[in-house]
């Protein structure tokens, strides 16, 4: 038998109560092993002395029995037998629970099939119970009532889950929990399981058996770390910096390391041969700058999968120690039979936090009889393809549901989040078992873009599933590098049919030292439709407004004081409340979904009032949204008309801000700003005794008045004696570290890293100059680039075997300044993305800037839905540069990896 340790702790021991006389008095147990020298024994007796039957005693037919004394017997070398007895020290004790589960007082909820319980606790677990006789009613488990049930177990110590499931039987077997609650009857702890659940083949998800948390419990819900998606998270939790790594038992062992940990994203591709496939199981070792050596990181199969199959793709999420820099990576398996043979074709191994990824072609054997013999293979990154994926920061992320009936959820659960540097895009939450309900918050490791400080969050529910509500209480974000703090509250149903608004989208502002982050308005949208033959449309209408705050997320143009909205030369208002304020608008996305008899449209412009701001922002359009008009696009970015007001800025005022460094000075400087559009006056920076400036090691800060001089590239200082102060004898030198100067308008910020001494001089002339080192562009500043751009997608579909598709294909590119959306690409009276061929697309969008990414999908659809995509190719025909976007990949259910969407990076 499997060696539980030096002392066992509790046994059990029951029966099945089958037979005629299934009665049993059990009066003690005794086990005994070998010795590991096998030179004598060891005798546990564990005490009994109760009855094991239905009709006796407590009516029960299991016990949990703990050790009362120990006898061993021993050979000593001498050959005489040495006895030794003694009592168990501190054995464990025997608790009575009372267990009061209350049924639902709601229809149907009573059950009449057998109820089963299992009762965990730190302390090990009571097994699973029958629960028979109520102490308190004699018809148990009916609508709307508690019943009590006591049970004799070994002492769990803190509970923390329980598990109930009933076996179906009887006429009325559906059995809606409402909660569980247990007393330890010697100490009087209690806890409470908030349930709230159906155990029902008809209803909800169908399931019988289910777990369910103690309210307070905090720590890990997802399967009691039984599977390595959950070690993945656990070893990057913030409660393993409270662990001593050197007394982690069990399977965690394999996931921990002395030294910073960080997460890899790994991709393996299996060749396509007969015999590629292996179940061993793999490995890989990272191998950095220094000599700095990962452990073995096991790649332990996702799911119910037991091996690599031939062409296959599959991803793993693991967690290894920071090498640095990486320069090699060791790929392996344990399998050392001829059998185990295993052929690798792609390694790709992505590092989130340093924004870089590597891809090999290995086409290499991992065997005994093949290749070079050898189960496992060092690559070199110097024969790697390397893609900058950007970088990504961990974020520990807290989710709290609501302690209110039916607060939990089955919906899928969608975020975004906001911040000063951008926005990340949608994701979804892994709920896992037991995530998201009612009453418990929820633990997730988030890789998060660099956004931060946060300003706002949207959480999106699909309302899909057996409970498609779900009450949002509150969201914690802390940063996993600096702990840093953001918090979002809500405290209100995302439901369309609960609660006040009626949503399944919400926006929470970001919370940061009890500061509210942004600011709360209300939008009034006014459409008009032009006035051209055929200008209305039937069709659903759909904005999304993006300002320097991010963007409003979908608003659908519903309810209009028109009867009949959008006709041709139509104006219709809508209003939007609640809203965290944009800040200042640049663009508008708008479109419609081609439903209706009439669809075409043809929008002359939009308008966006901020009622906060008491501000109006125009978007122009003067377009057809129509697919059989104009260039046949129903999406259009258009750009805010406001904007051209900033161009024509005359006069601003400048923020200066001087870091003297370990020299300092009594005299004047004068400065000059030189830009790329024109020069500013001299500015005087006066020294005085009442007004000390530039003393050592403290920063200074000014303002003033000039012309707008347009993106600066360099300024000029000059150090002078102050008015009527002759030149003194020995020379003064002025350390100066550093400069930034700040645009207030735009709030563009330039930075001139000095580190120079200026010496005092008595004329002009001897200025020194020094350029702009870095520019952080506002987001004022960007939007006056935002114009209409042409696109051209060059879309090459792969050579193999079905390699084309028939579904209906979409593509979103993504920019420096922003994105395009979700585009379909279609073509009229064209076949499209056949094997071997290459499809040309145009599409128009505000100039997107520096293209980072292009995401493909394709809806499935057709009886040839699976895509090979060699590559994509996007030029800006404004300027002609091409990106191109190296795939090679499938886009099909069956094969590969089974995705139909992939994202692709710049090839480098």
């Known amino acids: 038998m499997e060696d539980v340790g030096e002392v066992i702790e509790k046994i059990r021991i029951g029966h099945d109560n089958a037979g005629m006389n299934a009665g049993w008095h059990c009066d003690h147990v005794d086990i005994r092993r070998l010795l590991?020298?096998?030179?004598?024994?060891?005798?546990?007796?564990?005490?009994?002395?109760?009855?094991?039957?239905?009709?006796?005693?407590?009516k029960k037919t299991i016990r949990e029995l703990v050790p009362f004394d120990m006898f061993t017997e021993k050979v000593m070398k001498d050959g005489s037998l040495r006895q030794i007895y003694k009592e168990i020290e501190?054995?464990?004790?025997?608790?009575?629970?009372?267990?009061?589960?209350?049924?639902?007082?709601?229809?149907?909820?009573?059950?009449?099939?057998?109820?089963?319980?299992?009762?965990?606790?730190?302390?090990?677990?009571?097994?699973?119970?029958?629960l028979g006789k109520s102490e308190n009613r004699t018809n148990k488990f009916e609508k709307g009532t508690a019943d009590t049930f006591i049970i004799e177990a070994a002492d769990l110590g803190v509970i923390y889950k329980i598990k109930l499931r009933h076996d179906n039987s009887k006429w009325y077997a559906d059995w809606y929990v409402e909660k569980v609650e247990i007393w330890n009857d010697t100490n009087e702890d209690e806890f409470l399981f908030l349930c709230g659940r159906w155990l029902s083949l008809k209803k909800e998800d169908g399931?019988?058996?289910?777990?369910?948390?103690?309210?307070?419990?905090?720590?890990?819900?997802?399967?009691?770390?039984?599977?390595?998606?959950?070690?993945?998270?656990?070893?990057?939790?913030?409660?393993?910096?409270?662990?001593?790594i050197d007394t982690v038992t069990g399977p965690l062992v394999n996931y921990v390391q002395e030294g910073p940990l960080i997460p890899y994203h790994v991709t393996i591709t299996t060749g396509e041969q007969k015999d590629a496939a292996t179940e061993s199981r793999a490995f890989i070792i990272i191998i950095g700058e220094d000599d700095e050596v990962s452990n073995r990181i096991w790649l332990d199969y996702p799911g119910t999968k037991k091996g690599f199959t031939s062409g296959s793709v599959e991803k793993f999420y693991v967690v290894g120690l920071d090498v640095g820099v990486i320069k090699k990576i060791e790929l392996g398996h344990d399998g050392a039979s001829p059998e185990s043979c295993w052929l690798v074709e792609e390694l790709c191994v992505a590092v989130p936090t340093k924004g870089s990824m590597y891809t090999l072609r290995c086409n290499c054997w991992l065997a005994k009889d093949r290749g070079d013999g050898l189960t496992s293979s060092v690559f070199d990154l110097l024969d790697a393809m390397f893609v900058n994926i950007g970088v990504k920061i961990m974020y520990e992320m807290t989710v709290w549901t609501g302690d209110i009936v039916g607060g939990g959820t089955d919906s899928n659960i969608f975020m975004t989040l906001y911040g000063v540097n951008g926005s990340t895009e949608e994701v979804q939450l892994d709920k896992k078992k037991a995530r998201f309900e009612r009453g418990q918050n929820d633990t997730f490791i988030m890789e998060i873009d660099d956004i931060a400080p946060f300003t706002k969050m949207r959480m999106r529910l699909d309302g899909l599933g057996n409970r498609p509500e779900w009450f949002l209480e509150k969201v914690l974000l802390k940063n996993m590098d600096n702990g840093d703090l953001t918090m979002f509250y809500y405290d209100e149903w995302l439901s369309e049919r609960k609660g006040e608004k009626k949503t399944l989208v919400c926006e929470m502002c970001a919370v940061i030292d009890e500061e509210e982050m942004m600011e709360w308005t209300s939008y009034t949208v006014t459409v008009k439709t032009s006035n051209v033959f055929g200008a209305g449309t039937d069709a659903n209408v759909f904005i999304i407004i993006f300002g320097e705050n991010g963007d409003s997320g979908t608003l659908p143009l519903k309810r209009s004081k028109n009867f009949n909205k959008f006709e041709r030369n139509g104006t219709d208002t809508f209003t939007f409340t609640d809203m965290l304020s944009l800040g200042h608008l640049c663009k508008l996305r708008v479109w419609h979904d081609n439903k209706g008899l009439f669809s075409g449209w043809h929008l002359n412009y939009v308008d966006v009032r901020d009622n906060s701001r008491d501000e109006t922002f125009r978007f122009p359009c003067e377009r057809w949204l129509s697919k059989s008009e104009d260039d046949r696009q129903t999406v259009r970015d258009l750009r805010c008309a406001n904007n051209e007001i900033l161009e024509e800025m005359e006069e601003t005022?400048?923020?200066?801000?001087?870091?003297?460094?370990?020299?300092?000075?009594?005299?004047?400087?004068?400065?000059?700003?030189?830009?790329?559009?024109?020069?500013?006056?001299?500015?005087?920076?006066?020294?005085?005794?009442?007004?000390?400036?530039?003393?050592?090691?403290?920063?200074?800060?000014?303002?003033?008045?000039?012309?707008?001089?347009?993106?600066?590239?360099?300024?000029?200082?000059?150090?002078?004696?102050?008015?009527?102060?002759?030149?003194?004898?020995?020379?003064?030198?002025?350390h100066v570290k550093t400069i930034t100067i700040t645009e207030l308008e735009f709030n563009n910020v330039y930075f001139f890293n000095c580190d120079y001494k200026i010496p005092l001089k008595k004329k002009k002339k001897y200025f020194k100059v020094f350029e702009v080192t870095k520019v952080t562009?506002?987001?004022?500043?960007?939007?006056?680039?935002?114009?209409?751009?042409?696109?051209?997608?060059?879309?090459?579909t792969g050579y193999e075997p079905g390699a084309g598709t028939d579904a209906n294909v979409m593509i979103t590119i993504f920019g420096a300044n922003g994105d395009t959306g979700k585009r379909e690409l279609t073509r009229r009276l064209r076949n499209l993305f056949e094997r071997g061929r290459t499809d040309r697309f145009f599409l128009e969008t505000l100039d997107l800037g520096e293209l980072r990414k292009v995401r493909l999908e394709h809806d499935g659809k057709g009886p040839s839905s699976g895509w090979l995509?060699?590559?994509?190719?996007?030029?800006n025909t404004s300027n002609g540069v091409a990106t191109i976007f190296a795939c090679g990949k499938w886009l099909d259910p069956k094969k590969g990896d089974g995705l139909t969407w992939r994202d692709l990076f710049p090839s480098v």
């Open 653 to 734: 005022t400048y923020e200066i801000v001087i870091e003297t460094g370990d020299s300092d000075t009594r005299e004047n400087a004068w400065i000059v700003l030189e830009g790329r559009k024109d020069r500013s006056k001299e500015f005087l920076i006066e020294n005085s005794p009442r007004h000390r400036v530039f003393r050592k090691g403290t920063t200074d800060k000014f303002e003033f008045d000039s012309i707008y001089v347009g993106d600066i590239a360099a300024l000029c200082l000059w150090h002078m004696p102050r008015e009527g102060q002759r030149m003194p004898p020995r020379e003064i030198l002025w």
């Open 777 to 796: 562009e506002s987001f004022a500043s960007k939007i006056q680039s935002l114009v209409p751009v042409k696109y051209e997608i060059i879309i090459t």
């Open 90 to 130: 501190e054995p464990l004790d025997i608790v009575l629970y009372s267990v009061q589960i209350f049924t639902g007082n709601i229809p149907g909820a009573g059950t009449d099939a057998k109820v089963f319980i299992t009762i965990y606790g730190d302390l090990g677990d009571t097994g699973e119970r029958y």
């Open 207 to 244: 399931r019988l058996e289910r777990l369910f948390y103690e309210k307070e419990y905090e720590g890990d819900r997802s399967s009691n770390c039984s599977s390595p998606a959950d070690f993945w998270e656990m070893t990057l939790s913030s409660k393993m910096s409270e662990i001593d």
């Open 869 to 875: 995509v060699e590559r994509v190719e996007v030029t």
């Open 36 to 58: 590991p020298d096998k030179d004598g024994s060891e005798t546990v007796t564990f005490a009994c002395d109760r009855w094991l039957a239905t009709s006796e005693d407590d």
